[in-house]
């Protein structure tokens, strides 16, 4: 593992199994990740960005051992510089270690117990992970106040609170067990525009100030280049393209990135620019096409490339494009 990560993801895949008749056969697997290799460096932030179904969720979910893997190897360094295969660990052992790694949901609304208070809300993975109660009590009224909102606040629920302010809480109670590592699965998907703005600078305030690294999920093209240092781009349960945000934005090598960054909104109405518009659907992940993927829906696509997977290849500066075409 290289000294500037914090993460190494090697060859990760999980595959979920389809079951048919009453004796449950399985008779096929999604593909939701399928050997998917990322890396992030300290106080980073890596983009994840894809359509709906592409296996962004589940590959933030499979770093955090949500969700059991199937194959591959999540290695992480813990603030001791300590090495971790998250992959193999045990119960007791990975739950020693999920106080260095959290997440932020994407739906503030149904992730904040209403029966809890903030209070709670914020206090229990601090009780989960021992900490002292004058400690606890603390740490909470730092974390509140770190977020933007009040100490008066501590003792209302959440149905008291605008999504915005939820989000807020939820992002409090992600810190609260001071992590090194942060999942963000679309946490500002779910709140109007005007919102997802002081949301985003909030983290990237926080980022600095806490030397975090995030593992940044969204659909949304432009939140991801305002926010993310490099960027992967996922199309059913691959890689297809990743490298800076600078050389994703300005210089897309992958059919389907140029696909995507030609759908943003441009800033000149009146211009002769024409968007690319990918033909079909997204690929089935329980039966994707043979070859590459995406070629059924590419404009450059041959018969090689219904018959032959692209690799992710260098194209020089930490570049990679998983396309024939690519320069």
Known sequence: MQNENILEVHELSKYFPIEKGLFKKVVGFVRAVDK???SIKRGEVLGIVGESGSGKTTLGKCILKATEITNGEILFRDNSENIHNISSLNKKDLRRLRK????????PFSSLSPRMTVNQIISEPLFMHNYIKKDIQDRVKYLIQKVGLQISHLNRYPNSFSGGQRQRIGIARAL???PRLIVADEPVSALDVSIQAQILNLLQELKDELNLTYLFISHNLSVIEHISDRVAVMYVGRVVESGSTQQIYSNP???YTKALLSALPQPEPGSNFKPEILRGEVANPANPP???HFHPRCIQATEFCSKNKPELVDLGNNHYSACFFSK
Do not use: K, L
Not at 100 to 107: G, T, Y
């Open 176 to 178: 609260a067990t001071n």
């Open 36 to 38: 998917i290799s990322i």
């Open 290 to 292: 043979s070859g590459c």
């Open 100 to 107: 260095e790694i959290n997440m932020i949901f994407q739906d």
């Open 253 to 255: 090598q992958h059919p």
